[in-house]
Nanobody, 113 residues
């Protein structure tokens, strides 16, 4: 279920950190029953690419961001978070939370040099 919200944009300088949540993208998610939750990102003019996945307590992070990005569950909300550290200009993209066939509203992340 997606709750429509105002498009969101987050800006940070290179080397900085940001945390995204599926909740702020308007997508309610649940990891019960082993359901997977993932984050993707898309640069204008390019295909959407996989960033990270959380499933049954295990995580998988794409090579381009491994060591800098972490996916985790915040059970207090509940929601799934994408913690992004040491951000680079090439991380600039629209980020999407995904579960099954549902997508949250994109969150624009802009990293300046």
């Amino acid at each position: 279920q997606v709750q429509l919200r105002e498009p969101e944009e987050k800006r940070v300088q290179a080397g900085g950190s940001l945390t995204l949540s599926c909740a702020e993208s308007g997508l309610g998610v649940s990891t019960s029953g082993g359901a997977a939750v993932a984050w993707f990102r898309q640069v204008q003019g390019k295909e959407r690419e996989f960033v990270a996945q959380l499933k049954r307590g295990s995580t998988y992070v794409a090579g381009a961001v491994r060591g800098r990005f972490t996916i985790s569950e915040d059970k207090s909300k509940p929601t799934v978070l994408l913690q992004m550290n040491d951000l680079k200009p090439e991380d600039t993209a629209v980020y999407y939370c995904n579960q099954d066939f549902s997508w949250g509203q994109g969150i624009q992340v802009t990293v300046s040099a």
